[in-house]
């Protein structure tokens, strides 16, 4: 009998694999608003964005597409291993981890991507489940109602039993918990005789509990004498020879153990250190010399993770003298601080000549009674050698800045400012109205006509406080008169997506007043269209903005509240 076939049918197997490779990307949800955005959630892991279910629809279309689909191993590659994917605890060697074992008879000798995500959303932030090890069993039949965490420490067994024979050509590995006696179980598991992993180019352990770094003492408390280090079987810079990328959020090695394991010098490109306690963060001498050995760094990012002051223990003269590590090539630095002092001290251990983004967050504790002051830090950062000397700044070369939640004096916002000869991209979120006033140029009466950051061309402002301040309207059209333009400046007094539906009331209502502000004569400011709001500002050939009788008059301050001056979209970027 005759079978009609299909155009696609006739297309050479290497095509049609190559059509079902793209089939299965799903590209990450794109929020505008939010403050992550997809690049930087799903950056992660390649297991986040791709579709598990697609790879089994083609197998089972046709005998050929099922050949097709078999016979390609990177369609197969990427493991899951999730709650979702358990069955009977019972039964750990046999049908536990469905998904993730098919994937991997699947994959033929095709590099691993592999994800473990240990987390409950509904988790109670327990480190113990009722009757368990480490906990008190409820009374009166209790134990039924109270709260179980579905991915057990039984489970995350099952599952480093499932991976370690296949560690030789995993490329990436992410493992997510947000209990420590899970990760705990994966430190042990692969620092006891784990096999080589020549081909891992990407390692990310988190412990996604960001309160636990803000307690006094490591908890688990029996625990906290525990320390491990992956791969140190394979110890003399054979086991991490492809390691490109690191993040540890609230997991931490032994340390100082810890730079034997790369080669020398290391290919480490990423590194990242996140949400430790106090007492399990590495020192100043063993980051000293982590970076040591990392001069291919491209990407520094530490988070309430900087080294604690340990004079009493001879560390300050083991670091007198100590030249500081040149790493030439970091383009990116994200500083999350919790004590300013340690952050400046930070700071004098490497040298980063060529960097372009700098991003310094206040990350200290929501709930913390001493607020942090960090006029010190910023001053360091453009004058290392104190105000009154003439070394450079620490950064001569960079192009952006953002800053989150930093504290500090008018002053030094601007002696920071006035050091950034070349900074381009200025971004604010929820900082103090100095850091805006910061950027007025002199007056133009004076001797010296000087602005700060004369090059800046994008300016970010997140925060109600500085967009609301009545000042900066004519710091905008000052620098503009100055002749420092702006390409982009975007005002953004309420930012981010609301978590529930009940914010919906609290969310300016179309045709009607906002807040309390008034015109000049006293009556409350009318509502304005979104469609007035989103006009292009009129420039000229130049690009500079129009001001007075040939463009647009002098923005008020509610104007900049509600709109902003942008030719593109308001997002977060």
């Known amino acids: 009998m005759f079978r009609r076939t299909t155009p696609i049918d006739g297309l050479p197997a290497e095509l049609l694999s190559y059509i079902f490779l793209?089939?299965?990307?799903?590209?990450?949800?794109?929020?505008?608003?939010?403050?992550?955005?997809?690049?930087?959630?799903?950056?992660?892991?390649?297991?986040?964005?791709?579709?598990?279910?697609?790879?089994?629809?083609?197998?089972?279309?046709?005998?050929?597409?099922?050949?097709v689909a078999l016979s390609t191993g990177q369609l197969w590659n990427k493991i899951p291993v999730t709650d979702e994917d358990t069955d009977d605890l019972n039964d750990l060697e046999g049908t536990s981890f469905k998904l993730a074992r098919l994937f991997l008879s699947r994959s033929g000798t095709a590099?691993?991507?592999?994800?473990?995500?240990?987390?409950?959303?509904?988790?109670?932030?327990?480190?113990?489940?009722?009757?368990?090890?480490?906990?008190?069993?409820?009374?009166?039949?209790?134990?039924?109602?109270?709260?179980?965490?579905?991915?057990?420490?039984?489970?995350?067994?099952?599952a480093m039993q499932m991976l370690l024979p296949h560690l030789h050509r995993t490329r990436s590995l992410a493992?997510?918990?947000?209990?420590?006696?899970?990760?705990?179980?994966?430190?042990?598991s692969l620092s006891n005789d784990a096999p080589l992993a020549p081909m891992l180019e990407s390692l990310i352990l988190m412990r996604c509990n960001e309160f636990a770094a803000y307690a006094p003492d490591f908890t688990p408390e029996e625990y906290a004498g525990h320390w491990l280090l992956p791969f140190s079987n394979h110890a003399g810079g054979l086991a991490l020879l492809r390691l490109q990328r690191l993040i540890l959020s609230g997991v931490h090695f032994k340390w100082k153990s810890f730079p034997a394991l790369l080669s020398q010098p290391a290919s480490l490109r990423h590194l990242e250190l996140g949400y430790h306690c106090s007492d399990v963060r590495p020192n100043k001498v063993e980051l000293y010399k982590m970076l040591s050995v990392c001069s291919k760094l491209e990407e520094l990012n530490?988070?309430?993770?900087?080294?604690?002051?340990?004079?009493?223990?001879?560390?300050?003269?083991?670091?007198h003298g100590v030249e500081p590590v040149v790493l030439s090539r970091l383009k990116t630095l994200k500083l999350g601080y919790d004590d300013c002092i340690l952050a400046e001290e930070f700071l004098e251990l490497f040298r980063a000549p060529n960097l372009q983004t700098f991003v310094l967050d206040d990350a200290s504790y929501a709930a913390a009674e001493v607020e942090q002051e960090a006029s010190k830090l910023l001053v360091h950062v453009a004058h290392p050698g104190g105000r009154r000397s003439r070394a450079?700044?620490?950064?001569?070369?960079?192009?952006?800045?953002?800053?989150?939640?930093?504290?500090?004096?008018?002053?030094?916002?601007?002696?920071?400012?006035?050091?950034?000869?070349?900074?381009?991209?200025?971004?604010?979120?929820?900082?103090?109205?100095?850091?805006?006033?910061a950027l007025r140029p002199s007056s133009p009466f004076a001797p010296q006509q000087t602005c700060p950051c004369p090059l800046l061309d994008t300016l970010i402002v997140r925060g109600f406080e500085p967009c609301e301040d009545p000042l900066l309207s004519e710091i905008l059209v000052e620098r503009t008169n100055y002749g420092a333009v702006f390409r982009d400046i975007r005002l953004e007094p309420w930012f981010g997506t609301p978590e529930d539906d009940d914010d919906v009331e609290d969310r300016p209502v179309d045709n009607e007043p906002v807040g309390?502000?008034?015109?000049?004569?006293?009556?409350?400011?009318?509502?304005?269209?979104?469609?007035?709001?989103?006009?292009?500002?009129?420039?000229?050939?130049?690009?500079?903005?129009?001001v007075g009788r040939a463009g647009l008059p002098p923005p008020t301050p509610f104007e900049f509240v509600i709109g902003r001056m942008s030719a593109g979209p308001a997002g977060y970027r």
């Open 111 to 158: 590099p691993l991507d592999i994800m473990v995500d240990a987390r409950d959303p509904e988790w109670d932030f327990s480190e113990f489940d009722t009757s368990t090890a480490g906990s008190t069993p409820g009374a009166d039949d209790e134990d039924e109602k109270e709260y179980r965490h579905p991915f057990t420490e039984g489970h995350m067994h099952a």
């Open 22 to 67: 793209l089939g299965a990307y799903r590209p990450p949800d794109e929020d505008p608003l939010a403050e992550n955005p997809g690049g930087e959630v799903n950056y992660l892991s390649p297991c986040m964005t791709y579709s598990y279910a697609f790879p089994c629809l083609v197998a089972a279309v046709s005998r050929h597409w099922r050949g």
């Open 392 to 437: 450079k700044p620490l950064f001569p070369l960079l192009e952006t800045l953002e800053l989150g939640g930093t504290r500090a004096t008018q002053e030094a916002f601007q002696i920071l400012y006035y050091a950034l000869t070349r900074l381009r991209t200025l971004t604010l979120r929820e900082t103090p109205v100095a850091s805006t006033r």
């Open 516 to 546: 309390e502000w008034l015109m000049p004569n006293g009556q409350p400011v009318p509502p304005v269209s979104p469609v007035t709001a989103m006009q292009p500002v009129p420039r000229a050939a130049d690009g500079r903005v129009l």
């Open 302 to 319: 530490i988070r309430v993770s900087l080294p604690e002051d340990e004079a009493e223990f001879g560390q300050e003269a083991t670091m």
């Open 175 to 188: 493992i997510f918990t947000d209990r420590w006696v899970p990760m705990h179980i994966v430190l042990e």
